[in-house]
């Protein structure tokens, strides 16, 4: 899983010559090691383990098992900090709720006014400060200018690392200012054999997986396969009840299964994200339908192998039309969850538009 060998020697080399940019961008495919990476440098220039973090010996690589290093790690280090949006971070959340307001999706002007603060200060206890926005694509418009003048005159011993799987979301005055790194991520056949080697998974299962994640080997490793498993049976059953008699109230009942989160995980950001998840596993479920219809005598050339039996049973209840279609509708739904469309409606949309009805009655996308 080295496909990022060469980012880490990049940063190394940096770090090593006193050369490292105060702004960085990690961009590339959700759950590539943009992250870890970006803690990596964080413990990097900051491990007591090694040597100083100018030295350009293999030694001074961080440790990774010194106190600096663990609590970098474990996200309790006061000189790293790792900026979310709002709904996802819990002390943002609760100063939020405190003062009777909603948290937002987004990464606030607020948060960024304090990261600045921050910044501004020497670092507590460390050699270096370490700020990690991501996913940064998530700042409101004001914060990412709020940034480009911290950038400008960035303090010296402060280094602010952008997370992002959409940089071109980013202001491109803001990504002007940064030092660009692309996450290429791991091969699909690197991270399948992961996938069997440390979750015992089949073949066919691991394969599945990490199409549906991209070949993201972070991904695929966190997930719980039994839990999307369930989820995958909720799409297929969704699909086989599209042409029954009763077929507009199993709609409002599958939409509701396919737009709601895991148990524990009850919160709008999480019934949003899981709606989001199971569109494009559905999507997914009709790429492999059309594979049929297209070439049924080539059944290796599907992601979900292990479900070809069902696969096969439903092809015939769909023309190539209106799978076709259907790839618009969860293009058109994926999008408008980004901007807070009820999810519910967004699944519906997607459900009608491929027994048939008319998919931009629904709601429109600006």
């Known amino acids: 899983m080295d496909a990022n060998a060469h980012i880490l020697r990049y940063l190394e080399h940096a770090v090593s010559t006193k050369r490292l940019a105060h702004g960085l961008l990690f961009h590339g495919a959700p759950g590539v090691g943009k992250r870890r990476t970006a803690l990596w440098l964080a413990k990097r220039l900051n491990c007591t383990g ?14 990774g098992a010194c106190r600096t290093c663990g609590r970098v790690e474990r996200g309790v280090h006061p000189d790293v900090q790792l900026v979310r949006p709002e709904i996802e971070d819990p002390a943002a959340s609760a100063e939020k709720r405190h003062a ?5 999706q987004s990464i606030s002007i607020e948060q960024v006014r304090k990261l600045e603060s921050q910044a501004a200060f020497a670092p507590y206890e460390g050699r270096a400060r ?22 400008e005159e960035p303090p010296p011993q402060t280094y602010l690392v952008f997370v992002s799987a959409r940089p071109e979301a980013l202001l491109p ?12 991520g791991a091969s699909f056949e690197s991270v399948q054999r992961v996938l069997v080697q440390e979750k015992g998974l089949s073949e066919d299962e ?40 009763d077929a507009p109230i199993r709609i409002l ?9 895991s148990d524990g995980e009850d919160t709008a950001f ?32 599907l992601v979900h192998r292990d479900c070809t039996a069902r696969l096969r049973d ?27 469309v009820d999810r519910k409606l967004a699944v519906e949309h997607v459900l009608f538009a491929l027994r048939g009805a008319p998919s931009g009655m629904l709601y429109s996308v600006s």
């Open 50 to 63: 090694a040597a100083t973090p100018f030295e350009a010996s293999p030694a001074a690589r961080p440790c």
């Open 253 to 261: 009942a599958a939409a509701e299964a396919l737009s709601s989160a």
């Open 100 to 104: 009777g307001k909603t948290p937002k």
């Open 206 to 245: 691991a394969h599945w997986l990490v199409f549906l994640f991209g070949g993201s080997a972070e991904r695929a490793l966190d997930v719980d396969v039994a839990e999307l498993g369930r989820r995958r049976g909720d799409c297929l059953r969704a699909l086989a009840a599209l042409h029954e008699r």
């Open 314 to 340: 439903l092809a015939p209840r769909f023309s190539k039309e209106a799978l076709l279609e259907s790839f618009h509708a969860i293009e058109d739904a994926v999008r408008a969850l980004d901007g807070n």
């Open 130 to 151: 370490v700020v990690v926005v991501d996913p940064a694509d998530r700042m409101e418009v004001e914060g990412m200018n709020a940034v480009l003048k911290l950038l």
């Open 173 to 184: 005055t803001l990504r002007s200012r940064m030092q660009v790194f692309t996450f290429p």
């Open 270 to 301: 999480a019934r949003r994200e899981a709606a989001r998840e199971n569109l494009l596993l559905l999507a997914s479920l009709l790429r492999d339908l059309l594979v049929l219809k297209c070439a049924p005598e080539f059944p290796p050339a």
